[in-house]
């Protein structure tokens, strides 16, 4: 039962922006963060933003100042908006979740083409 459902990829201009949306499915509880990660062709799968349940988030060096993560959590939904997009943010990006009593994200969707045009 438990889903993550990625949308919002596409083709866009440097410079331009994107948000991603994440919906989880309704029968998962206790979660204690989500987040969003990517990886590129031929990458290692790198972290982008997180969200605790409390709010907090956390960025990657290379996305700060341009990506913002946020939630919905009566929708149990996680954004991410990319602002000033580059061609070196093209990648997959997938929806991750953490839920309790994991330490680590063990949900994940099946991901969502970006690909930002030079």
């Known amino acids: 039962q438990v889903q993550l459902v990625e949308s919002g990829g596409g083709l866009v201009q440097a410079g331009g922006s994107l948000r991603l949306s994440c919906a989880a499915s309704?029968?998962?509880?206790?979660?204690?963060?989500m987040g969003w990660y990517r990886q590129a062709p031929g990458k290692e799968r790198d972290l982008v933003a997180t969200?605790?349940?409390?709010?907090?988030?956390n960025y990657a060096d290379s996305v700060k100042g341009r990506f913002s993560i946020s939630r919905d959590t009566a929708k149990n939904t996680v954004y991410l908006q990319m602002n000033s997009l580059k061609p070196e943010d093209t990648a997959v990006y997938y929806c991750?979740?953490?839920?309790?009593?994991?330490?680590?994200?063990?949900?994940w969707g099946q991901g969502t083409q970006v690909t930002v045009s030079s």
């Open positions: 969200i605790t349940n409390h709010g907090s988030t």
């Open positions: 991750a979740l953490r839920s309790s009593p994991s330490q680590v994200y063990n949900y």
């Open positions: 309704r029968s998962i509880f206790s979660i204690n963060a």
